[in-house]
């Protein structure tokens, strides 16, 4: 039974969260505390009683997570770390200041984040990687607690989410609904329909509840029961008011991303009693236990080819992945019901337990991961490359929340052959490398992708494999080393007239065209650029100046910002790449142009001319072609 001193001290910290999101956004002249005021009433009760979470100790396998998914409330977070003694006074004040923190969405900066939010929609999917971290590796009896806004329901990618917490019967997984009818420019979808809202996740397999968000007797009844449910996942929608505490804004449109002038600010306090500076005890997780082990490391046993075979680089993938898993307990793998021909299947036969079939929902896949590497970790994911480039918004916030994820595209480019351009990848290079902090490979045969595979799973950061649906002969040896940022030098002499330069598919026809261009008398370099980000400045500059600026770069992309653009970006000098001093650059680029259809490779790579034949051509354009003309 809820005494009336708990009531009373629930309703008094309610308020303080309300006046302190007021107070911080009006320092800051910006911001959403009419939208952190609705929800002031549920986040005073799961602090106060329900969070078990160590703030002492933010890396403690046992607390429980709270991802706020509505992260445009970042001002009701950050004043439930001042509530919990985290941060002072001063520094809740610093809101949206140039070096502070508390940034005008939450992110991994502050320990106690897991995740950045704020693109709506994504905190419920990465909760759902986190609730399978929970329930089926740490096996820990953590929780994870998720506050969305009624607007960011409209997201499929919220759908998702339900579909598979439900079907992965995540009872560790609370959703809080925030439903306070008005999004940023009117009412929302369902206003205050709860019903609906509840009908809708019932159908998905939830537990559902409804209740008036700040009736703090409902709240506390709601929470005691979310967590006695033990076969399903449990949402608590409540409904509330924005601006809830102060008549002005109290249920007003036009109020949302808008914060208090200082008259309003006084008199909003002083409606809401006046400033408290209460500190709470949070409580810490009752049990104090290590995740369960997820295997024995033994010694990495890569697989390895014989020169001369035929390997898709995908084939090594699946195969380095089985190796990997081995050595690396923490190594988890994740696929969007393509594993057959991605080859994560492999790894799912040799390690049931911590492989994760996420469907087709690419959203959910790359969100699920992100949660996994919450709780350390080391998630592959994998798709064909074209799909991912649906969660790349999602991709885009994982580098925002510094996160460590590895994924994985097959089948890319117009080399696919018969399936046609929906299943091409033509954008994905381009696509990764503008993501901050990424790495981008493609390797071009199989040895080449076990040592890569090897490197990501401990490389920081997003990291992304691009292999190959066809069968390519095997060039380099088990014993060559493939380091991060580096490339190969296949072919040089002192005499080379031209550079080109190629990755994946491409490198085979390079390798086909320096063949022909030798028997006219024509010699060539070849440079394999597997690491496309960070890319071989230092070989590639010394080619431009060994071989007159010649260079020709081919690849299977569109022409704008996969391979050439990174070879272009090398020439240009910035903080961190050294101008290039040598003779002018005469570089082709040799790409997809327009839009293919379906055909065998052959045909396809030689209508699009980034054939063994293009080449051939390109470069006896360079070297006929005296310089200056």
């Known amino acids: 039974m809820t005494t009336q001193e708990q009531l009373d001290q629930w309703h008094e910290l309610a308020q303080q969260l309300r006046i302190d999101s007021i107070r911080a956004t009006t320092v800051a002249g910006s911001g959403h505390p009419t939208s952190s005021m609705s929800a002031a009433d549920l986040m005073a009760v799961l602090l106060s009683k329900y969070l078990r979470y160590d703030f002492d100790n933010p890396h403690n396998p046992n607390s429980d997570h709270f991802l706020l998914s509505k992260g445009h409330a970042a001002p009701l977070l950050y004043a439930m770390y001042k509530a919990a003694g985290?941060?002072?006074?001063?520094?809740?004040?610093?809101?949206?200041?140039?070096?502070?923190?508390?940034?005008?969405?939450?992110?991994?900066?502050?320990?106690?984040?897991?995740?950045?939010?704020?693109?709506?929609?994504?905190?419920?999917?990465?909760?759902?990687?986190?609730?399978?971290?929970?329930?089926?590796?740490?096996?820990?009896?953590?929780?994870?607690?998720?506050?969305?806004?009624?607007?960011?329901?409209?997201?499929?990618?919220?759908?998702?989410?339900?579909?598979?917490?439900?079907?992965?019967?995540?009872?560790?997984?609370?959703?809080?609904?925030?439903?306070?009818?008005?999004?940023?420019?009117?009412?929302?979808?369902?206003?205050?329909?709860?019903?609906?809202?509840?009908?809708?996740?019932?159908?998905?397999?939830?537990?559902?509840?409804?209740?008036?968000?700040?009736?703090?007797?409902?709240?506390?009844?709601?929470?005691?029961?979310?967590?006695?449910?033990?076969?399903?996942?449990?949402?608590?929608?409540?409904?509330?008011?924005?601006?809830?505490?102060?008549?002005?804004?109290?249920?007003?449109?036009?109020?949302?991303?808008?914060?208090?002038?200082?008259?309003?600010?006084?008199?909003?306090?002083?409606?809401?009693?006046?400033?408290?500076?209460?500190?709470?005890?949070?409580?810490?997780?009752?049990?104090?236990?290590?995740?369960?082990?997820?295997?024995?490391?033994?010694?990495?046993?890569?697989?390895?080819?014989?020169?001369?075979?035929?390997?898709?680089?995908?084939?090594?993938?699946?195969?380095?992945?089985?190796?990997?898993?081995?050595?690396?307990?923490?190594?988890?793998?994740?696929?969007?019901?393509?594993?057959?021909?991605?080859?994560?299947?492999?790894?799912?036969?040799?390690?049931?337990?911590?492989?994760?079939?996420?469907?087709?929902?690419?959203?959910?896949?790359?969100?699920?991961?992100?949660?996994?590497?919450?709780?350390?970790?080391?998630?592959?994911?994998?798709?064909?490359?074209?799909?991912?480039?649906?969660?790349?918004?999602?991709?885009?916030?994982?580098?925002?929340?510094?996160?460590?994820?590895?994924?994985?595209?097959?089948?890319?480019?117009?080399?696919?052959?018969?399936?046609?351009?929906?299943?091409?990848?033509?954008?994905?290079?381009?696509?990764?490398?503008?993501v901050w902090s990424s790495t981008v490979l493609y390797p071009s045969d199989g040895n080449q992708t076990a040592k890569l595979v090897a490197q990501m799973s401990d490389r920081n950061g997003i990291v992304y494999l691009r292999t190959t649906r066809e069968s390519t002969p095997v060039i380099y040896g088990s014993d060559e080393e493939f380091p991060i940022g580096g490339s190969k030098v296949i072919c040089s002499s002192e005499r080379d007239q031209a550079t080109v330069i190629a990755a994946g598919i491409t490198l085979h026809e390079a390798l086909k065209a320096s063949d022909r261009l030798k028997n006219e008398g024509i010699t060539v370099r070849i440079i394999d650029a597997y690491s496309v980000k960070p890319i071989d400045v230092e070989t590639l500059h010394q080619a431009a100046r060994d071989t007159k600026g010649n260079l020709v770069v081919v690849e299977d992309h569109w022409m704008e910002g996969g391979l050439s653009a990174a070879v272009l970006d090398a020439f240009a000098g910035t903080s961190s790449i050294p101008t290039y001093n040598g003779p002018q650059l005469r570089l082709i680029k040799l790409a997809v142009l327009d839009m293919p259809s379906s055909g065998t490779p052959e045909e396809l790579l030689h209508a699009a001319k980034i054939d063994a034949d293009a080449i051939v051509e390109a470069v006896k354009l360079q070297v006929r072609q005296p310089v200056g003309v």
């Open 86 to 434: 985290a941060i002072t006074d001063e520094e809740l004040l610093s809101l949206r200041q140039f070096g502070s923190r508390l940034e005008g969405h939450p992110t991994p900066v502050l320990p106690w984040v897991d995740v950045a939010t704020g693109s709506l929609g994504q905190g419920l999917p990465i909760g759902v990687g986190v609730a399978l971290a929970g329930k089926y590796l740490d096996q820990l009896p953590y929780h994870v607690w998720v506050l969305l806004g009624d607007s960011e329901t409209a997201e499929g990618s919220v759908w998702e989410a339900f579909d598979h917490a439900s079907h992965s019967k995540l009872d560790n997984l609370i959703a809080i609904i925030d439903v306070n009818r008005l999004g940023q420019r009117g009412e929302t979808e369902l206003g205050w329909n709860t019903q609906a809202y509840a009908a809708r996740a019932r159908g998905f397999g939830w537990h559902a509840i409804e209740i008036d968000g700040h009736d703090l007797t409902e709240i506390d009844q709601a929470f005691t029961t979310a967590l006695s449910i033990n076969d399903r996942p449990t949402v608590i929608i409540a409904r509330t008011k924005k601006g809830k505490g102060v008549a002005s804004v109290e249920d007003i449109g036009g109020w949302h991303g808008k914060a208090f002038k200082p008259d309003q600010e006084k008199e909003a306090i002083a409606e809401l009693g006046g400033e408290r500076h209460m500190i709470i005890k949070v409580n810490k997780p009752e049990e104090q236990s290590q995740p369960a082990a997820t295997g024995n490391a033994q010694p990495l046993q890569l697989p390895t080819y014989e020169k001369g075979a035929k390997v898709a680089t995908r084939k090594a993938y699946g195969d380095a992945l089985v190796a990997l898993g081995a050595a690396q307990p923490d190594v988890v793998v994740l696929d969007g019901e393509v594993s057959n021909s991605t080859y994560a299947e492999d790894f799912a036969k040799a390690y049931p337990e911590r492989y994760f079939e996420m469907y087709i929902a690419e959203q959910q896949l790359i969100a699920a991961a992100v949660g996994l590497q919450v709780r350390k970790y080391k998630p592959f994911a994998s798709s064909f490359a074209a799909f991912l480039s649906r969660g790349y918004d999602f991709i885009r916030m994982a580098a925002i929340s510094r996160a460590n994820i590895k994924l994985v595209g097959s089948h890319a480019g117009i080399s696919i052959g018969q399936d046609g351009p929906s299943q091409m990848a033509l954008e994905d290079l381009a696509a990764f490398r503008a």
